[in-house]
């Protein structure tokens, strides 16, 4: 009786547990991507060219997928940035700005391309905070990509 609910227990972990995977595999066979620039529906100059680029890196050093040319790629990253905003975000007790928040909105969407199929795709926004007094605004613009790159990188290659 005592090895029958042993191996029931294993057997319920063993299932439990498979549903949760970092592997390659659980992308249905897609080994490799593509990451053709964003499109930019803002005026801030940059923004997809930034996005994307750092999406391509994160893709690399992430060794889950191969970034390659769209026509050998197995799927493709496509995005827009809809939005883009800069304000004041703290101020000093004489009502001086202290930090600035930039915010990024963009359109992704991942497809499979040899089956033409939507894998995901969503609208993601994040935002990047810099001082006013030692940093830029390109900083926090590359604080919010970097944590818009994080999202995209976990949706994708860790199905989070």
Same mark, same amino acid.
């Given at each position: 009786?005592?090895?029958?609910?042993?191996?029931?227990?294993?057997?319920?972990?063993?299932?439990?547990?498979?549903?949760?995977?970092?592997?390659?595999?659980?992308?249905?066979?897609?080994?490799?991507?593509?990451?053709?620039?964003?499109?930019?529906?803002?005026?801030?100059y940059g923004?997809?060219?930034?996005?994307?680029?750092?999406?391509?890196?994160?893709?690399?050093?992430? =060794?889950?997928?191969?970034?390659?040319?769209?026509?050998?790629?197995d799927a493709?990253?496509?995005?827009?940035?809809?939005?883009?905003?800069?304000?004041?975000?703290?101020?000093?007790?004489?009502? $001086?700005?202290?930090?600035?928040?930039?915010?990024?909105?963009?359109?992704?969407?991942?497809? =499979?391309?040899?089956?033409?199929?939507?894998?995901?795709?969503? =609208?993601?926004?994040?935002?990047?905070?810099?001082?006013? $007094?030692?940093?830029?605004?390109?900083?926090?613009?590359?604080r919010a990509?970097?944590?818009?790159?994080?999202?995209?990188?976990?949706?994708?290659?860790?199905?989070?």
């Open positions: 009786m005592k090895i029958a609910i042993f191996g029931v227990l294993c057997l319920i972990l063993i299932d439990s547990c498979a549903v949760y995977t970092f592997s390659p595999s659980a992308l249905g066979g897609i080994k490799s991507v593509a990451v053709p620039v964003f499109d930019n529906q803002t005026t801030e923004l997809g060219e930034a996005l994307s680029g750092a999406l391509s890196q994160a893709f690399v050093a992430d =060794n889950t997928l191969k970034v390659m040319p769209e026509a050998q790629a493709i990253m496509r995005g827009t940035v809809v939005s883009y905003s800069r304000e004041a975000y703290t101020y000093t007790e004489a009502d $001086a700005v202290q930090e600035y928040i930039c915010r990024i909105g963009i359109k992704a969407k991942f497809e =499979n391309i040899k089956t033409n199929k939507t894998i995901w795709e969503d =609208n993601l926004s994040d935002f990047g905070t810099y001082r006013s $007094a030692d940093e830029s605004e390109q900083d926090g613009k590359d990509v970097s944590k818009l790159i994080d999202q995209i990188l976990n949706k994708t290659v860790k199905g989070w």
